[in-house]
């Protein structure tokens, strides 16, 4: 399998009420089976799914988180908005949006963006995603997969990497469970987080100051079976239970 991985650039600034599908479209040449991976900022900033700073004003309890992770009170009520669950709130905020995706400060941004404003998440990654995927179909008629992406820190290691919050088009995880491998050993656990993978790579193409690429198109990718699964049950989840507790004391 050779893979070709393009970078899609001439985009603008993406400004409110901007067709990112379309514009996306005019600057390269989309053939069925791409993945598309789009930075979800940049859709996000696309629907004005962004804040000013200066209108939010915070609560009592996001002047006291904020206290204790030295940030701006209006940001961490931003944060407190965008967030189903708080998880930890010092030394930093680790919190789960009403979509599942759990990440720092509910992946409230400043960056990339004009002063005074943060983008917000998509608040329906999944659908956004296949609205994406819809508009590609609509203009050009090719049917594609389409990925949002997000940066994210790891446990246990330095360094950013690009997450899948949302995807159309395919399976965001390959089951392998029930197959054998090269020894005949059945599988019995074995699920490759295929989107994450791929997200991660388009970070890399996207960069993370001033590479203005905000997409990236994967060709001859294959196609594979698996499930949608991502998230831990809370019963499952044994970290974000672990955490919860260390809070508590």
């Known amino acids: 399998m050779s893979i070709e991985v393009i970078g899609v650039k001439g985009l603008p600034i993406i400004q ?3 067709d990112l599908a379309r514009l996306i479209s005019e600057r390269i040449s989309i053939q069925s ?10 859709y996000s900033k696309s629907v004005g799914n962004i804040r000013q700073l200066s209108s939010i004003n915070p609560t009592p309890e996001a002047v006291r988180i904020a206290s204790l ?10 944060v407190l908005d965008s967030s189903s669950e708080i998880i930890m709130d010092c030394p930093f905020i680790l919190s789960q949006v009403p979509s599942g995706h759990i990440g720092v400060r509910a992946g409230v941004d400043h960056s990339n963006v ?31 997969r389409v990925i949002l992406t997000d940066t994210c820190g790891r ?8 997450h899948a919050i949302g995807w ?4 965001g995880l390959r089951d392998f469970r029930g197959d054998h491998d090269l020894f005949g050993h059945e599988l019995l656990i074995t699920e490759e987080a295929v989107v994450d993978e791929i997200a991660g790579f388009a970070n890399f193409v996207m960069g993370e100051s001033n590479n203005g690429v905000p997409a990236v198109i994967f060709r001859n990718m294959e196609v594979w079976k698996g499930h949608d699964m991502m998230y ?15 809070q508590k004391k």
């Open 16 to 18: 409110p009420g901007d």
């Open 33 to 42: 089976g791409d993945i598309l991976c789009i930075a979800s900022s940049v």
């Open 69 to 78: 992770t030295h940030e701006d009170p209006s940001f961490v009520q931003a």
């Open 114 to 144: 004009e002063d005074g404003l943060i983008i917000l998440l998509p608040q329906d990654p999944m659908g956004a995603a296949a609205s994406v995927r819809a508009a590609i179909l609509k203009i050009s008629g090719v049917d594609i």
């Open 155 to 162: 446990a246990f290691r330095r360094g950013q990497t690009g």
């Open 168 to 171: 159309s088009g395919m399976t």
């Open 232 to 246: 831990f049950s809370e019963k499952e989840d044994l970290i974000r239970e672990a955490l919860k507790e260390c």
